[in-house]
């Protein structure tokens, strides 16, 4: 194989295994590059061995490890067979192994995402099934959640050495990779569900952080606490005992009695000031109707409180959809 071809070919599994990973839609991996079917064609020259090789995103340590809901590892499956009998006329004894093992593997109704991180570190993440469960939408993460943590890991700046305070922090993903890579001083995780509160607990722990008052935990690690924080009650001396220098949240802009719960708490912390300064904040959405936007912003100067937008930052780290319109706001309270 030519050196570029090998090149491509590399990439191809690298795409293949980050979206695997994270258990994307499998209409967002590269099945074909514009008009051309590329993994078709690549596969046609270099026989089976293609999609061998994309057979052991299976068997990435990971998923071995952590594994992805039963029904999307058979979906995945069923894709990848399907793709290789368009161009293939014997069928490849592994795929259909590997699907038989899925088939007698039990479903449940969570499932892993993993997520890596440029530092060669990763984040997994343990996931419902469903997009709504136990009456929320939770206990998935969003893609907004993604972008900030994006722009987090490239302005580490902002966060080293400060207690951040996440509100609606769901599957936790955003607060994860800042507390691996930001140095953080201490990390608040945050919601008012009891079934999403249980699910963070638990995903801070399957990162290897300790939650406080573990005295074992790691000093070089951020004091990590997930609290329960309903925007609607919390009390400007409660928002103080977490003495916050910087106040984040994603995709929390879905109907309009949120954003009024959203802008009251934010207030509410325009009075939690330490060396006479309030925290900083950071709000993260993805623009699915401009209503919603619009309404979040006239809000916002109804409350007296200043916002300006982040530049988008550089590159994209993690699979999400990539035609999605999505902003980070800064708050000026």
């Given amino acids: 194989m030519a050196p570029e071809e090998s090149a491509g070919t590399e990439r191809l599994l690298r795409s293949f295994e980050r979206r695997f990973l994270a258990a994307r839609a499998l209409r967002s ?10 993994i078709l064609r690549l596969s046609a020259r270099v026989s089976p061995l293609t999609f061998c090789a994309l057979l052991q995103t299976l068997k990435h340590p990971l998923c071995v490890k952590h594994p992805p809901a039963v029904k999307y590892a058979r979906c995945f499956l069923s894709e990848l067979i399907k793709k290789h009998e368009g161009v293939h006329p014997e069928p490849l004894d592994e795929l259909y192994e590997a699907l038989a093992e899925v088939l007698t593997t039990p479903e449940s109704t969570q499932g892993h995402r993993s997520y890596l991180l440029p530092s060669g570190d990763s984040v997994t993440l343990s996931e419902s099934t469903a997009i709504v469960s136990h009456g929320t939408t939770g206990l998935v993460t969003w893609d907004a ?21 996440e509100l609606g922090s769901g599957a936790g993903l955003t607060g994860l990779a800042i507390c691996k890579t930001c140095r953080p001083r ?24 300790s939650l406080e008052p573990d005295i074992t935990a790691n000093s070089e690690s951020p004091r990590v606490t997930v609290a329960h924080l309903d925007w609607d009650v919390v009390t400007v001396p409660q928002l103080s005992a977490f003495h916050p220098d910087i106040v984040i949240a994603a995709d929390v802009l879905y109907c309009p009695e949120i954003i009024l719960s ?8 325009s009075a939690c000031r330490r060396d006479q300064r309030a925290p900083d904040v950071y709000v993260a959405f993805t623009i699915r109707n401009p209503d ?26 993690f699979p999400y959809e990539e035609h999605s319109e999505m902003a980070i706001l800064q708050l000026m309270l």
């Fill in 262 to 269: 959203l802008v009251g708490v934010l207030r509410r912390l």
């Fill in 29 to 38: 991996f590269p099945w074909q590059v514009g008009e051309k079917a590329y």
């Fill in 292 to 317: 919603t936007c619009r309404l979040f912003t006239t809000e916002l100067g109804r409350a007296g409180i200043r916002w300006e937008a982040v530049p988008p930052h550089g590159r994209q780290l």
């Fill in 145 to 165: 959640a993604l972008y900030l943590a994006e722009w987090a890991l490239e302005s580490p700046a902002a966060f080293a050495d400060r207690t951040v305070l």
């Fill in 186 to 209: 201490a990390y608040i995780f945050s919601d008012c569900h009891s079934r999403v509160l249980e699910q963070l607990r638990g995903n801070v722990l399957l990162n290897g952080l």
